[in-house]
């Protein structure tokens, strides 16, 4: 099962190819790279200030001297084993983040500051919390659910945006991306991922769409057609793909992400004032509306309320396969 996932996107009839794309989402497979037992590496030869909290779902690592910024989802796993997804706190954690950050900096004039996007666990991000979806659709709690899904949107609108302070925002994707993962990655202004990795947009398997900014960010990098072939399909795609589409920017070697983070960030260093001016720019002329976003989260939400027992047991399906992978009991 797990040597299948690189097949995904090539079967052909509709049965076989959904049967088999729905085991890949369960147990998407995952190897750490030879030589690197740990993701928690110091960035820069400066010595970095390390934000933690006991409670926080977050690694933060700040480098002031040099105006870079690490996010670190999933710190909280190690200690206390959980589904690495976008989980109530770890969106409320980073949204705190993104607001305090984003403050500081605006305070500060910072020219050209950079904030990555990374993760502690061995997949990027699986997502959109699942289990807490079946509960509010069975219970029919509209209200709660538009209420995760609009914080949702404002955490990867402010990657989107430069956290209002002109950061240059970087998802660093050393494993697998899936749904709202893939989805935060796209908000980013630049995707570096490590070889092998798996991306892709999962929802159409229980009668959803991706309603956290994957169409728009999308169609910024590829055409309209394309977005909405990802998007209904469901297949999932190694970086390698995604580079030769452009949803990617950068594809490195396993274990090289960091470093390739690091030369994107001495690139602009050497012309910091261009930099500064080309994030200026390109939120003058690309950004995605705030209010855009939010209308299609409507329109997420009133669809996942109409699903039936069927799309919903597919959801407890996924529930407790990533609960297994993570060595849960998923009851």
């Known amino acids: 099962m797990r040597q299948g996932i690189a097949g995904v996107c090539f079967y052909t009839h509709r049965i076989r190819r959904r049967r088999t794309l729905t085991r890949s989402i369960l147990c998407p497979s995952e190897r750490r790279p030879a030589g690197r037992s740990s993701r928690r590496t110091n960035m820069s030869a400066v010595q970095p200030f390390i934000r933690t909290n006991i409670d926080s779902t977050l690694r933060i690592i700040e480098e002031p001297q040099r105006e870079v910024y690490w996010i670190h989802m999933h710190a909280d796993l190690s200690v206390n084993p959980g589904r690495a997804c976008f989980s109530t706190r770890l969106v ?18 910072v020219l050209a500051p950079h904030v990555v996007l990374a993760s502690d666990s061995d997949v990027f991000n699986l997502g959109g919390d699942l289990a807490l979806f079946c509960r509010l659709i069975r219970e029919g709690d509209r209200v709660r659910l538009l209420d ?9 609108h402010a990657f989107h945006v430069g956290l209002g302070a002109r950061a240059h925002s970087i998802a660093l994707v050393q494993g697998n991306a899936l749904g709202g993962g893939f989805e935060a990655a796209l908000s980013c202004h630049t995707i570096i991922a490590e070889e092998g990795v798996m991306m892709g947009l999962p929802e159409v398997l229980f009668d959803l769409f991706p309603g956290m900014g994957a169409y728009s960010f999308m169609c910024q990098r590829v055409s309209a057609q394309l977005a909405q072939k ?22 490195v070697p396993r274990g090289q992400g960091v470093a390739a983070v690091e030369q994107v960030i001495r690139e602009s260093k050497r012309t ?9 720019v390109r939120e003058m002329t690309t950004a995605v509306p705030l209010d855009e976003m939010m209308r299609i989260t409507e329109i997420w939400v009133d669809t996942a309320m109409q699903l039936g027992e069927k799309s919903l047991r597919t959801m407890d399906r996924l529930v407790r396969a990533q609960s297994r992978r993570s060595g849960l009991d998923a009851g």
């Not at 980073?94 to 605006?106: C, E, H, K, P």
């Not at 995760?148 to 990867?156: K, T």
């Not at 930099?275 to 200026?280: G, R, T």
């Open 92 to 109: 409320d954690d980073i949204t705190r983040y993104q607001t305090n950050l984003g403050q500081r900096l605006t305070d500060a004039g």
């Open 148 to 156: 995760y899904a609009q914080r949702c949107v404002r955490g990867v």
């Open 230 to 251: 990802i998007m209904l399909e469901g297949n999932l795609y190694s970086a390698e793909q995604l580079l030769g589409m452009g949803l990617v920017d950068r594809v």
């Open 272 to 280: 910091p004032h261009a930099w500064a001016a080309m994030q200026q």
